[in-house]
C-alpha cells in the first residue's frame, strides 16, 4: 500500500500541534501544599473496569460507551446505541479488608502504644480501595454523556516520620461529561475527531495521622480535613486507520492509531462550594495528559473476535515514568447470542500483569478485573494488587 505524503500530512499536523500546544500551555505543579504527603499514583478519573483487563490500553482500542473519557474521536464510529448504569464497582486490594479492621479494633482501646505497635509492624504496606455507585453512561452514534455522581479512591502507606504515621490520599469526584466526534476527510483512511466537556466537583483528602490521633477518633476521612472545588475541562481525542486493504500482513490486522489529549485546560478547582467544610481549600490539578495508542484487530473466528493494544498513556503528568507509561493488552470477544456474550482479557499496566472478564447475560453485566498499580518511588517500585467487581445494566 503507498500512502501519499498529501494524504498524511494533515495527520501529522494534527498530532503535532495537539501534542506542542500540550507541552507549551503545561502548568508547573498540582497545587501540592507544605507538608502534603505525596503520592506517587497515577490517578485515573473515568476509569473503564474493562480496559484495565486490557492493562489500560484503550486509546486506539476503545469501541463502546467509555470512549467519552478515553478518546472521545470513537463515538463518531459508533454504529447503535450504547447505554450502560453501573449499579456498583468496587475494588480493594486483598490486605484492604483486614488492615481497616484492625485499625477500628485498635483505636477503640484508646492504647497509644498498642496503637504504636500495630502501626510498626505495618511499616512499608500499601493500602489501596476504590468505589463507584449509580455511573450512568449514554452512547449514540456522534455523541455521549455521562453522568458520575460516586468515583471515590483510597490510598493509605504506613510510614515512619516522627513516630508511626497512616499517610491517607483520598478523592471524590463527582463528574458530568458531554462530548461529540466528527469525522475528518482523509484520502489514504479514516481520520476522526472528538471532544469531551467535563465539569468536575472533587473531594480531597491529603494527610498524616499518628498513633495518638488514632487513639482517639478512627475516623480518617473527616470533613475539617477535606479540600474540595469545582472544576471545567476537556478532553481532544484523534483516531486515525489507514487504509490496509491492499498490503500483504496489515490487511489481516486492520491498525488504527489514537492519540487523546486529556484536562487540556487544567487550570485547577476555582470554584469551591464548601459542601464538606467551610474552610475547605483546593485539591490537587487534574493535570494536564498525552494518550498515545495503537490497536490491532485480527479477523473474526467462530464466536471469537480477538486484538490487541499498546499505550503510552499519561505523558506530562508528574509522577509519569516510562514504566508507569506503558500499557498493553489483548482482548478475546465471544459472542453466542445478542444476550448471551462476553469477553477474555489480558495486559500488563505499569509493569504489572492484569486480566479481566465480562459477561453479558440479558441487559445483566458483570465485569471482573485484577490489575495493579505502581505506588512506590522509581528507586523502590511497589505494587498495589486490586481486585474489583463490577455489576451494570448494559443495554
Not at 486484538?307 to 478475546?332: P, Y
Not at 465480562?358 to 511497589?382: C, H, I, M, N, W
Request: aromatic share 12%.
Amino acid at each position: 500500500m503507498k500512502f501519499s505524503i498529501r494524504g498524511s500530512l494533515p495527520v501529522v499536523r494534527v498530532l503535532a500541534c495537539l501534542i506542542a500546544g500540550a507541552i507549551l500551555t503545561t502548568p508547573n505543579g498540582s497545587h501540592a501544599q507544605v507538608g502534603d504527603v505525596k503520592d506517587f499514583t497515577i490517578h485515573q478519573p473515568g476509569m473503564s473496569v474493562r480496559a484495565m483487563g486490557m492493562g489500560g490500553a484503550f486509546t486506539a482500542a476503545v469501541d463502546d460507551y467509555s470512549a467519552i473519557f478515553y478518546n472521545p474521536a470513537f463515538l463518531v464510529r459508533l454504529e447503535e446505541g450504547n447505554t450502560n448504569l453501573s449499579l456498583l464497582h468496587v475494588g480493594i486490594d486483598e490486605k484492604f479488608p483486614k488492615f481497616f479492621g484492625d485499625i477500628g479494633d485498635v483505636s477503640s482501646s484508646n492504647d497509644v502504644s498498642r496503637i504504636t505497635s500495630f502501626l510498626e509492624s505495618n511499616y512499608g504496606n500499601h493500602y489501596s480501595a476504590r468505589m463507584g455507585f449509580l455511573n450512568a453512561y449514554m452512547a449514540r452514534p456522534g455523541w455521549a454523556v455521562a453522568v458520575i455522581p460516586v468515583d471515590l479512591s483510597l490510598e493509605m502507606r504506613v510510614a515512619q516520620s516522627v513516630g508511626p504515621q497512616v499517610q491517607v490520599v483520598a478523592r471524590q469526584d463527582t463528574t458530568i461529561a458531554y462530548a461529540r466526534a466528527w469525522n475528518g476527510k482523509l484520502e489514504s483512511g479514516k481520520l476522526s475527531f472528538g471532544v469531551t466537556g467535563k465539569a468536575i466537583y472533587r473531594g480531597y483528602f491529603n494527610r498524616s495521622i499518628n498513633a495518638v490521633e488514632l487513639a482517639f477518633d478512627d475516623n480518617i476521612l473527616r470533613p475539617q480535613d477535606a479540600r474540595e472545588g469545582m472544576t471545567f475541562d476537556a478532553d481532544l481525542g484523534v483516531l486515525y486507520s489507514p487504509d490496509v486493504s491492499s498490503h500483504p500482513v496489515f490487511s489481516k490486522a486492520a491498525p488504527t492509531f489514537g492519540l487523546t489529549v486529556r484536562n487540556v485546560l487544567d487550570y485547577g478547582f476555582k470554584t469551591n462550594l464548601h459542601l464538606l467544610d467551610p474552610n475547605s481549600g483546593e485539591p490537587d490539578r487534574l493535570q494536564r495528559r498525552i494518550d498515545v495508542g495503537s490497536a490491532f484487530e485480527l479477523p473474526d473466528w467462530w464466536i471469537w473476535r480477538s486484538r490487541f493494544a499498546f499505550d503510552v498513556r499519561d505523558i506530562l503528568h508528574e509522577n509519569w515514568t516510562f514504566s508507569k507509561g506503558v500499557h498493553m493488552g489483548a482482548e478475546f470477544l465471544w459472542k453466542v447470542k445478542s444476550w448471551f456474550q462476553g469477553g477474555w482479557r489480558f495486559g500488563i499496566n505499569q509493569g504489572y500483569f492484569t486480566a479481566g472478564f465480562s459477561g453479558d447475560f440479558a441487559v445483566f453485566r458483570l465485569d471482573l478485573v485484577t490489575y495493579a498499580q505502581e505506588v512506590g518511588t522509581s528507586d523502590s517500585p511497589k505494587a498495589s494488587r486490586i481486585y474489583m467487581t463490577k455489576m451494570s445494566m448494559d443495554f
